[in-house]
């Protein structure tokens, strides 16, 4: 069974810093693509979900969405089959749930796997 366990989301200031986990379980993690999308506050929808970062098993490239490209970074722990989502300087427009997702292809789209989601919540 497939298992995205995200921890690590919570309440800060503008200006603060979180970091999200991701432990991984059920599926061969060196040949997954692995990341972050987050659903902000009144969309509903998956098809909604912002992509926010990926590693693409493909080409060990890690991919961050124009918004968050300096102030985000994301790590892999193999041998814990953990990903890390650090998020600095967070900002309000930051604010959503954050899911976990895991790609089969080994690109970081479409999603087969999503964690429960952990609510990231940036006062300003």
């Known amino acids: 069974e497939v298992q995205l366990v995200e921890s690590g989301g919570g309440l800060v200031q503008a200006g603060g810093s979180l970091t999200l986990s991701c432990a991984a379980s059920?599926?061969?993690?060196?040949?997954?693509?692995i990341g972050w999308l987050r659903q902000a506050p009144g969309k509903e929808r998956e098809e909604e979900r912002e992509?926010?970062?990926?590693?693409?098993?493909?080409?060990?490239?890690?991919y961050y969405t124009e918004s968050v490209e300096g102030r985000f970074t994301l790590s892999s722990d193999k041998a814990k089959k953990t990903v890390y989502l650090r998020m600095n300087n967070l900002k309000p427009e930051d604010t959503a749930v954050y899911y976990c997702?895991?790609?089969?292809?080994?690109?970081?789209?479409?999603?087969?796997?999503w964690g429960q989601g952990t609510q990231v919540t940036v006062s300003s």
């Open positions: 997702a895991a790609m089969r292809s080994g690109y970081c789209q479409p999603v087969d796997y």
């Open positions: 992509e926010v970062s990926c590693i693409s098993s493909r080409d060990a490239r890690t």
């Open positions: 059920g599926f061969p993690f060196d040949d997954y693509a």
